[in-house]
């Protein structure tokens, strides 16, 4: 990884986390930082606010039934296609990428089950970050905002409600990981941390009219997303 200031921006609305690593003073990588500044991979943008960048995000598509597609009745044997098609959805292509930009789209949000190629000490199988990270290009390379999340992902995260401990630590793994990825990208790049969740049914239902047990689901959420921003602070 580069060396420089790395700045992390969160914003509680599904949560983003914007990351990436500034460049070095000399002539030649101030020239290279020109170029960069040009390029939605590595463009980082001081003079910007996270409520300026969540407005240029513009107008989003997702890339639903993709890459956060589940279930035990899909034969792991293909690797992350077999996941990646299992619900319907055709392999993503980078042509497919530039038509939603042709369109007028200005952000795409790739949802992702990080669960389905996962060791069981929590370690993400190689071949899915890739393949994550090589649809992040592609939305990037075509002028757009990407936002990589953890969707719903067989619904592990409902657990936090009665096994806080074991669920903050896969939690905790899985965003080590893919932010150490995505480390060095602009803010044009978005991590999404929590999608679909955070109500937690057995505290509240958010289909019942009632607010019985709503802030106590709500302090869940709000007790996870600090203690793992302070943790990565940490490091």
């Not at 460049?23 to 930082?33: L, V």
């Not at 990080?114 to 075509?142: F, G």
């Not at 929590?194 to 009219?209: A, I, K, Q, T, V």
Request: glycine share 8%.
């Amino acid at each position: 990884m580069r060396n420089g200031k790395k700045v992390v921006s969160l914003l509680l609305a599904g949560v983003l986390a914007v990351l990436s690593c500034s460049c070095g003073n000399s002539s030649k990588e101030e020239n290279s930082k020109k170029e960069a500044d040009s390029n939605p991979r590595t463009e980082m943008r001081d003079d910007m606010t996270t409520s300026q960048i969540v407005e240029e995000m513009g107008l989003g598509i997702n890339l639903g039934n993709t890459l956060e597609a589940c279930g035990d009745w899909i034969d792991s044997s293909g690797g992350v296609n077999s996941y990646e098609t299992a619900w319907g959805s055709p392999t993503i292509t980078e042509d497919m990428i530039a038509g939603y930009a042709a369109a007028g789209f200005d952000s795409v949000r790739i949802p992702v089950a990080w669960s389905n190629l996962m060791a069981e000490d929590y370690t993400i199988a190689p071949e899915l970050l890739d393949r994550v990270e090589t649809v992040a290009q592609y939305v990037l390379d075509n002028g757009m905002y990407a936002v990589v999340n953890l969707h719903w992902d067989n619904g592990w995260i409902a657990g936090f409600s009665t096994d806080y401990d074991t669920c903050m630590e896969k939690y905790t793994c899985i965003w080590e990981q893919v932010t150490e990825r995505f480390a060095d990208y602009g803010d044009h790049l978005i991590l999404e941390s929590m999608n679909e969740e955070g109500c937690f049914d057995d505290l509240w239902n958010r289909y019942s009219g009632s607010d019985d047990g709503k802030a106590e689901a709500y302090g869940i959420v709000k007790e996870t997303l600090n203690k793992s921003t302070v943790e990565k602070a940490n490091r």
